[in-house]
């Protein structure tokens, strides 16, 4: 199935052909609990269809996998949560009242040796909404 749709991807030359391909292996690499390569074909689909819903999913795969990998693999929880940044900096730009998207961007901060960054983030979002379920979670 996997080399399938890979196969498709590769073959397909219409942009929106292209991103249901990369959506469509994404799924099949986050059943597997395999998120970084779900985020790598997430940000496929972005470069194919890039629209505000896209960037989101993009930044929440990045960020799944970051959350996986931080306790494994500094390194790679860095790349990671930086790409998440980036996807999640973009919704920003365009939504700044995604409290769960902000929330998520103040939390890859964490692992960056930026302590406070995340804190004063998640305070930003409690003074605009006291009950926001995100930054009360974190």
Not at 30 to 55: I, W
Not at 125 to 136: G, P
Request: charged letters at 25%; hydrophobic letters at 40%; aromatic letters at 12%.
């Amino acid at each position: 199935k996997l080399n399938a749709f890979r196969k498709k991807l590769a073959q397909s030359s219409d942009k929106i052909a292209k991103a249901s391909w990369a959506d469509s292996i994404a799924q099949v690499f986050k059943n597997v609990a395999r998120f970084d390569s779900a985020a790598h074909y997430m940000a496929v689909l972005v470069d194919n269809l890039p629209n505000l819903e896209n960037l989101r999913k993009a930044g929440d795969a990045y960020f799944e996998a970051y959350r996986f990998a931080l306790s494994v693999d500094t390194a790679k929880s860095n790349f990671l949560g930086t790409k998440a940044r980036t996807y999640y900096e973009k919704v920003l730009s365009e939504q700044p009242k995604d409290y769960k998207t902000k929330a998520n961007l103040a939390m890859t901060y964490i692992s960056q040796g930026q302590p406070m960054k995340p804190v004063m983030m998640l305070r930003e979002i409690l003074a605009e909404d006291a009950d926001n379920q995100w930054a009360r979670l974190y």
